[in-house]
């Protein structure tokens, strides 16, 4: 049904006649107004509206309501989340609770380079000459205790060869005076660390550029050097 436009009369008219207009509303329903003008007064009377109108406004008005809602709730539940932090996360370390209470008590051994240590377990076994390959698990922590790379969690050994800058200079030269079956802290500043910083995986912290790092570190065996004794 085409819609009727509604034509205003000029106040100043005079008319005993009544009007009637009507224009479309939501699904093709429509909304009629009579209008009649008495003594240069302009009335407008509008008619029954539809239940239809009625439904489609309270439709929305609860559809934006139930949305506001919902979207107050989320942000709340995320709020709730962050302030109440989750449980942290268990990952395999070389040094536990007991392990770190004995640090606390343990040495610290300064080398002339700046680099620091404390050992958790001396090993008995030889140390690595320079040149060698070493196998070792590697925890790498920021001074927060936050972890950006372990062996550990990939279930994988390090293997390097030890004294060839293949590794930082920090544990290039913590492991060296390390003995097979044993396990160190290694306390690295960063003139021995990160020079250009070191962009880790989602999730894990950044290492700025010359900050100080935290290893723990087990050498686990010398592949060349049990060959040789073999």
Do not use: W
Not at 149 to 176: P, T
Not at 197 to 213: F, Q
């Amino acid at each position: 049904m085409a819609s009727i436009s509604l034509h205003l009369l000029p106040l100043g008219s005079m008319c005993s006649k009544q009007f009637s207009a009507c224009h479309q509303i939501a699904r093709g329903k429509l909304q009629c107004m009579n209008m009649r003008c008495l003594s240069s007064e302009l009335e407008r009377k509008p008619s029954q509206e539809t239940d239809v109108e009625y439904e489609v406004s309270v439709v929305t008005r609860r559809s934006m309501i139930g949305l506001a809602l919902g979207v107050s709730s989320n942000l709340l539940y995320s709020s709730n989340a962050k302030s109440a932090g989750l449980p942290p996360e268990d990952k395999p370390m070389l040094c536990d609770e007991e392990c770190q209470k004995e640090l606390e008590n343990a040495p610290m051994i300064t080398t002339e380079s700046g680099l620091q240590y404390k050992d958790i377990k001396v090993g008995a076994g030889p140390s690595p000459p320079v040149g060698f390959q070493v196998a070792a698990n590697c925890v790498a922590m920021v001074p927060s205790g936050q972890i950006f790379d372990s062996s550990l969690e990939k279930g994988q050994l390090y293997i390097f060869r030890i004294g060839s800058g293949q590794v930082i200079k920090g544990l290039d030269e913590g492991i060296l005076s390390m003995k097979v079956g044993g396990k160190r802290r290694l306390y690295i500043p960063g003139s021995l660390a990160f020079p250009k910083g070191l962009t880790s995986a989602p999730g894990r912290p950044r290492v700025a550029p010359n900050s100080p790092v935290i290893f723990d570190v087990s050498l686990e065996y010398i592949p060349g050097l049990e060959i040789d004794d073999e």
